[in-house]
C-alpha cells in the first residue's frame, strides 16, 4: 500500500512543512551558483527559494504529481525515486527536508548521494527522527491491530535514532559535520484530520473503504487527549533529524 500524493491537498493541509525549513536551508548554506540536487522536493516550494538564493537547483521526487507541481513553477525536476539515483559527481550539495523517513532502504539513498555529489559536496537534511509523531503512530498501530491487522507490514516511515543515521552516513565515507534530534511540536493548520488525510494513505487504504471512517474516528479519539489543546488547535509531535555531512574526497 502507497502512500497517494496530491499536490493540491498538500498545499491545504502542509504548507507548514516548507514553511518550517529555513533552519534545514541555514545548515545547507547555499552560495549563488552552486549546483544543487533537491531529494524528495515534493512541490518545489523549498526548491524554488534555493533558486531564488542564486542556485541551479535539480529537483528529483517519486511522485508524478509532486513532479508536475515543482515544473509549474518553473523549475527543472525529474520523476525520480531516490532510492534509484543515477547523477555521478556533478552536485555541489544535495538537500533534504522532511522527505527521507520515506526511505525505507537508507543505505542505497546514501549511496546515490555520495555517488552524485562533487569532492568537497556536502549532504545536508532534515526528516523524522527517532520518536517522530510518536503518539500518531502509536495510535494507528492500535486500531490496526484491534482490526487484526499486522501494523509493522503497513508502517511507512523511518524514523532513525541520531547513532544509527550517523552510522550509515560514515560508512559510506561522509563525515558528519553537525548532527541533532530536535523535538518541534508543530501547529496542524486543519487539524489531525487534515494531517491524516494528507499522510496516513498507507494505513487507511489498509481497511476495507466501508469501515475507513469509523477508523479513523477511532484513531482521532485516541489522539484527541494528547494532541488537541482545550482551544482545539492540534498539534503533531513532530521529531526532526537534521544533518549536514560532507564528502571530503
Ligand atoms: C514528517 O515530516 O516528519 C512526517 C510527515 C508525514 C508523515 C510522517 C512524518
Excluded at 543515477?86 to 526511505?103: K, P, R, T, Y
Excluded at 543505505?107 to 517522530?132: M, S
Aim: with cysteine; charged share 20%.
Amino acid at each position: 500500500m502507497n502512500q497517494i500524493w496530491n499536490s493540491e491537498r498538500y498545499a491545504e493541509n502542509a504548507r507548514f512543512v516548507s514553511d518550517l525549513g529555513m533552519p534545514v536551508v541555514e545548515w545547507l548554506d547555499p552560495k549563488a551558483g552552486e549546483r544543487i540536487l533537491d531529494l524528495g522536493c515534493g512541490d518545489g516550494a523549498l526548491t524554488l527559494k534555493l533558486q531564488e538564493l542564486g542556485c541551479e537547483v535539480v529537483g528529483v521526487d517519486a511522485s508524478a504529481d509532486f513532479v508536475d507541481a515543482a515544473r509549474s513553477l518553473g523549475l527543472e525536476a525529474h520523476l525520480i525515486d531516490a532510492h534509484q539515483l543515477n547523477f555521478i559527481g556533478e552536485f555541489d550539495a544535495v538537500f533534504s527536508n522532511a522527505a527521507l523517513h520515506w526511505m525505507k532502504q537508507p543505505d542505497r539513498v546514501i549511496q546515490g548521494v555520495w555517488q552524485a555529489l562533487k569532492p568537497g559536496g556536502r549532504f545536508v537534511a532534515e526528516f523524522g527522527g527517532d520518536r517522530n509523531v510518536v503518539t500518531i503512530v502509536t495510535a494507528l498501530h492500535a486500531a490496526l491491530q484491534q482490526r487484526g491487522i499486522d501494523p509493522d507490514q503497513i508502517n511507512p516511515w523511518y524514523f532513525p535514532m541520531v547513532k544509527d543515521y550517523q552510522f550509515r552516513l560514515e560508512a559510506q565515507g561522509f563525515i558528519v559535520n553537525r548532527i541533532a534530534l530536535i523535538p518541534r511540536p508543530t501547529p496542524l493548520p486543519t487539524g489531525i484530520r487534515g494531517w491524516l488525510a494528507t499522510f496516513a494513505d498507507p494505513f487507511t487504504q489498509a481497511i476495507s473503504p466501508s469501515e475507513r471512517e469509523g477508523f479513523l474516528n477511532e484513531v482521532i479519539a485516541r489522539l484527541q487527549p494528547d494532541l488537541c489543546d482545550d482551544s482545539g488547535q492540534w498539534f503533531a509531535d513532530y521529531v526532526r533529524l537534521r544533518f549536514a555531512a560532507s564528502k571530503l574526497f
